[in-house]
């Protein structure tokens, strides 16, 4: 159906930036919502950001508002996650998601594809 690539994940400083892309394969991309999810470590895996299939509309978990801004470039099929002031608690692998049933999902069942994940860690 669809494969999602995530990268530009690593190490960064407490107060620091990072932007992740995810490259995705295929047709799909262009007519369905996509998301964001992260797992830390021990915990389970929730949805941060998603945004509807043309970028109209956008929605974040309160953990990551302000701060992170999910976007999309549908020529290049490419999702992206500009995130900012990253803090210890940021900490985790950060998985693009695409959902095919919702405009936008918030839940992590209303996604139905994720890619294999880019670790991101924030320390000093």
């Known amino acids: 159906q669809v494969q999602l690539v995530e990268s530009g994940g690593g190490l960064v400083q407490p107060g620091g930036s990072l932007r992740l892309s995810c490259a995705a394969s295929g047709p799909l991309f262009r007519t369905n919502a996509m998301g964001w999810l992260r797992q830390a470590p021990g915990k389970e895996r929730d949805v941060i950001a998603s945004i509807t299939w043309n970028g109209a509309i956008t929605y974040y978990t309160d953990s990551v508002k302000g701060r992170f801004t999910i976007s999309r470039d549908n020529a290049k099929n490419t999702l992206y996650l500009q995130m900012n002031s990253l803090t210890p608690e940021d900490t985790a692998v950060y998985y693009c998601?695409?959902?095919?049933?919702?405009?936008?999902?918030?839940?992590?069942?209303?996604?139905?594809?994720w890619g294999q994940g880019t670790q991101v860690t924030v320390s000093s």
């Open positions: 998601a695409i959902g095919f049933r919702l405009p936008i999902p918030k839940l992590l069942g209303e996604f139905d594809d």
